[in-house]
């Protein structure tokens, strides 16, 4: 009895440790595929908005779909990224839809020197917690989003945004560390625990 009520109180001075996360405050994705190129970054603001910039080149004039996948794994290209990233279970939307999927960045523009100069926000997608996009990607598709406001049956699914044209795995470009005292805390929290279990049960 002693012994599974002292191997809780461990388990809790762990578990307690571990709450002093890194905080990704930045991250970044690059493209290359199929004569696209570029760089696209996700930057936390203070209001936990994400805003996201950075430079495509590389399409042709117009509006195209923009999404974060729910996998980073490029195995089989941009196929293997699987769909739209929605942890909700939610219909494909527009970004200022409330039924939304959490992936669903809406078109980017290409103008006449087929580049898209990216800078905007988005309230749902994050760099932590439930909606943490990191290690996801973002894919790039070959004709505009449709918001699911249309009759094709991929509407509501993937805003009949057409094929995958390139797409990167969505990485940390940068982060900030738990408050010195609170880790140096929580890890003599966990050794103390540990040893205090270690000790007892020896002696049992």
Known sequence: MYKTLLFVAAAVAFASAHEDVVEVT????????????????????????????GRIIGMKPGMYGFHIHEKGDLSNGCASALGHFNPNGNDHGHPHDENRHVGDLGNIEFDSTETANLNFLDHLI?????????????????????????????????????????????????????????ATTSSASVLMALTFYTFVAALM
Do not use: Q, W
């Open 126 to 182: 994050k760099l932590n917690g439930r909606h943490n996009i990191i290690g996801r990607a973002v894919v790039l598709h070959s004709m505009a989003d449709d918001f699911g406001r249309s009759d094709h049956p991929d509407s509501k699914v993937t805003g009949n945004a057409g094929g995958r044209v390139a797409c990167g795995v969505i990485g940390i470009m940068d982060y900030t560390l738990p408050k010195a005292n609170a």
């Open 26 to 53: 930045r991250a970044i994705a690059v493209l290359n595929a199929n004569g696209i190129s570029g760089n696209v970054t996700f930057t936390r603001e203070e209001d936990d908005k994400i805003r996201i910039g």
